[in-house]
């Protein structure tokens, strides 16, 4: 009898035991998706930036690719920081090394460049081009949100319902931070369609 009860509890015990580890490889492998373009991090390196150039953010002529480009050059976050869920940071990458110009079409992030910390810090300065099931720090779960940085470096998530009104509001401070609501339409066509 005694030994019947211990063959079934170590039979049990180790079913129990290859579904735990089953689940839990399947868990930590997801993980390996999640952060992988963290962009909290990427929020600290824009502060770091603005302390360190009397309070602007990067700035480029050529567009918000290139200066994307300057945290990673003057090394405050990683190539991985600038791009959304899904990018490979191919394009930023062989810009970087080759020195051509990022076009911003093909950056997975929008960065809102020409502002600076006198400006109003509910201003979002960087967000995913497209929503994913869970942003970067749920990857493939949930409702279909995008991340965004604030001007103060604070991190938000936007979800799809949420977007046009996230997007009014963005315009409307763009405008009264001085800029005309054509240019800054451009960066939230989504504002546009409902106003």
């Known amino acids: 009898m005694k030994s019947r009860v211990l063959r079934w509890s170590l039979l049990f ?8 580890a089953v689940f839990g ?22 502060r770091l930036y603005a302390d360190d150039h009397g309070g602007t953010l990067p700035f480029h002529t050529n567009g918000f690719g290139d200066a994307l480009l300057l945290l990673v050059r003057e090394d405050l976050c990683g190539v991985a920081g600038i791009c959304g869920p899904g990018d490979d940071g ?14 911003e079409a093909q950056c997975s992030r929008v960065y809102i460049q020409g502002l600076s910390e006198t400006n109003a810090p509910e201003i979002c300065i960087l967000f995913d081009r497209l929503s994913v099931p869970g942003g970067d720090h749920f990857y493939g779960r949930g ?49 546009a369609s409902h106003e």
Not at 25 to 46: D, M, N, V
Not at 148 to 166: A, H, N, Q, R
Request: hydrophobic content about 45%; glycine content about 8%; aromatic content about 10%.
């Open 143 to 191: 409702q279909r949100i995008r991340e965004v940085i604030m001007l103060d470096g604070s991190m938000k998530t936007i979800s799809d319902m949420s977007w046009p009104e996230f997007s009014r509001q963005q315009v409307d401070l763009l405008v009264e931070a001085g800029w005309d609501r054509e240019r800054a339409l451009e960066y939230y066509p989504q504002a």
């Open 90 to 103: 191919a394009v930023l990458s062989n810009a970087l090394v080759r020195g051509l110009d990022v076009p």
């Open 25 to 46: 490889f399947a868990w930590l492998r997801s993980l390996g998706k999640a952060h992988q373009h963290c962009i909290k991090a990427t929020g600290s390196a824009f």
């Open 13 to 20: 015990g180790g079913g129990f035991i290859v579904v735990v």
